[in-house]
T-cell receptor, first 108, second 115 residues
Framework: KNEVEQSPQNLTAQEGEFITINCSYS?????LHWLQQHPGGGIVSLFM???GKKKHGRLIATINIQEKHSSLHITASHPRDSAVYIC??????????FGQGTRLTINP | DAGITQSPRHKVTETGTPVTLRCHQT?????MYWYRQDPGHGLRLIHY???????DKGEVSDGYSVSRSKTEDFLLTLESATSSQTSVYFC??????????????FGEGSWLTVV
């Protein structure tokens, strides 16, 4: 079993829908990252959080340390949100463990 | 955006040949990483560096070596490339003691095909 599990693996939705991507982990962490990767492109860090909730534009990330679970929400989804979203947990100072990613497709 | 550049961005090489990928940063970040990304496996750490001449192995280090002779450059070498090393390679940097904390920045990736 992977130390970091994401669900769903693939998600297709219509423009405007509210999107939720989940991440569960089984190890102790010091922080959790949500990353975005566009097709053929690089990887961008969206959020780094160790407690509570963060919001940036239409994106919201939450984490529950006790339940070892994090969610990434996208409100009013748009086709440009289509990408792979990756959850990564930071163990200690520098070891990152990655989930396998969620491929999101938003149709117009 | 963090100043990270990877070279080459695309390379096709033959089995058994040595290959070196370069990661260059302009941010003076202490930590540098090399990951590979493969379908079904996600990102996996090959090697990382926590300072000049200070490197350590990651989970998939066999067949790879690294060097960091100056802060800005982190080289990944495949001593004798094999088809199993066909992958996309990402460099990343972070500096937990800097103003961005543990934020991690990735390069654009290097697509390597071993034929």
């Amino acid at each position: 079993k992977n130390e970091v599990e994401q669900s769903p693996q693939n998600l297709t939705a219509q423009e405007g829908e509210f999107i939720t991507i989940n991440c569960s982990y089984s190890v102790g962490i010091s922080a959790l990252h949500w990353l975005q990767q566009h097709p053929g492109g690089g990887i961008v860090s969206l959020f780094m959080l160790s407690s509570g909730k963060k919001k940036h534009g239409r994106l919201i990330a939450t984490i529950n340390i006790q339940e070892k679970h994090s969610s990434l929400h996208i409100t009013a989804s748009h086709p440009r949100d289509s990408a792979v979203y990756i959850c990564a947990v930071l163990q200690g100072a520098q070891k990152l463990v990655f989930g396998q990613g969620t491929r999101l497709t938003i149709n117009p | 955006d963090a100043g990270i550049t990877q070279s080459p961005r695309h390379k096709v090489t033959e089995t058994g040949t040595p290959v070196t990928l370069r990661c260059h940063q302009t941010e003076n970040h202490r930590y540098m990483y090399w990951y590979r990304q493969d379908p079904g496996h996600g990102l996996r750490l090959i090697h990382y560096s926590y300072g000049v001449k200070d490197t350590d192995k990651g989970e998939v280090s066999d067949g790879y070596s690294v060097s960091r002779s100056k802060t800005e450059d982190f080289l990944l070498t495949l001593e004798s490339a094999t088809s199993s090393q066909t992958s996309v390679y990402f460099c990343a940097i972070s500096d937990p003691t800097g103003p961005s904390g543990n934020t991690i920045y990735f390069g654009e990736g290097s697509w390597l095909t071993v034929v």
